[in-house]
């Protein structure tokens, strides 16, 4: 507790100071971040192995879709270790697995949406249809041909996304600074221990 | 018992909704349409931002993406990086997600040599880095999170960052990226160096800049793969997002129709079951 204390203290005062010694231990706390960062991923691939491996062991149902991720991970692992990242192998891995793969899943998206709008978009009272009318203002806005018939459209859909968009946004973004700084404020008071493990206070 | 057309209309099958969408999407990309493109404001100042950048300015570029943003990210990273390189531009790219440096490797080995870039000198990479968030901020001291390049050669060695000092020595910063890294740069790099900053991603994360493009902290925005067509119209350098942006807009226009078809349905049997209970 008292480390988390001591570490938002100096890194609040920093913003103040921009020399001397607070400024230099709160620059190191900020890049000490990017290890810790770092160290969480290597704890997620950490926790990843072990819910596997144990799936694999148990023999349970989809131990064969385990199996193939530990696998993968392991040659993607070994190529970029032995390898290096710039070796021909660890390339043709890349574009001949990993991104048809990631891609191909993503562009899926594509039908979803259109499945949803079609069944979601519908206007049941006035709320849903101010969601609607904004969307497909948006969405037409950006196709060209619609825009040659409708001159207007770009301009509107551009209102739409500068005017009523921004001013909730800006709404959304100042209310979630002030819970971060109301959470920040306790985890430095001591009040919000959650984070160590020990329950909710 | 015949179903209405009301009904019908609502109700079409997911599977003929797919198949649908991918023939719609599909011919495009097979037979170009040749629809019309709008370039918007926002498109318009970034790239007059990047045009007015005397030959030799350093531009820091954020790659921000994986193969899952590929389609909307990719095309905006290669039509920004033509337009440096063809205004002589030096730049650093930084990998913020850990597909990135693949991406920035694409550039180095597909466009550079278009354009005589020569590595070391005239653009590098930089390793990725985790955190996201974190990993901006570490940059406000940028020896303290970089000191040597993607390669592992210690950055002193590499002419690009002859005399560089830090993030004050930076004219530009872009970014090609699906995820937080514009806001983060706008909260954490711009109130301290005013750099001045360029967004590029996917058209998805543009709805949470525009309290930062409103506050004049993000200077110009460059959305999906319509934004990436519009640069590419600006710069005069065609790439893949033009003929990309047929198969889009075909696929917008599906959408709306399809949204149009299940109100008017919706609407006619909202009718009919008023009618049958007399209201």
Redesign the interface.
Known sequence: MAVGFLSGLIVILKYFAQEGIISRIG??L??W??T???F??GLGAANLIQVHARAIIRREKNADSSFLLLATMAVFTVLGVVSG??SAAY?WF?DNV??????G???LL??M???A???A???RNWQSAVL?IS??IV??????????VFAGL?SLS?WV??VP??AG??GI?IGGALGAIALSLRVILGFERSYMGGGQQ | MRRSWATAVQSIDRRVLYALTFVIVLLPLVRPLGFPLNITPNTRRAFEIIDALPEGSLVFHSVGFDPSGDAEVWPQMQALSRHFMSKGLRIVYFPTNVGGDMYAEAIRAQLAPKFGYEYGRDFAILPFKAGGAPAIAAMADFYSLYTVDRDGTPLSELPIFDGFRGMQDVSLITTSSTGDDALFLAVYLEPKFHIPIVVGGAATIMPVLGPYLASGQIKGIISGLAGAAEYEVLSEMPGQAIGAMDAQSAGHLFIACLVILGNVGFFAQSRAVRRKEGV
């Open positions: 620059t190191d900020i890049a971040r990017v810790v960062a770092a969480a991923l990242p710039n390339k890349w990993y991104q048809p793969i990631y891609g899943i993503a562009s594509a039908f949406i259109v499945s709008s079609y069944r978009f519908k206007v609607m969307a497909l969405i037409l806005g950006q196709v060209g041909l619609v825009s040659r770009p551009q996304m500068s968009n921004t946004m800006r973004t």
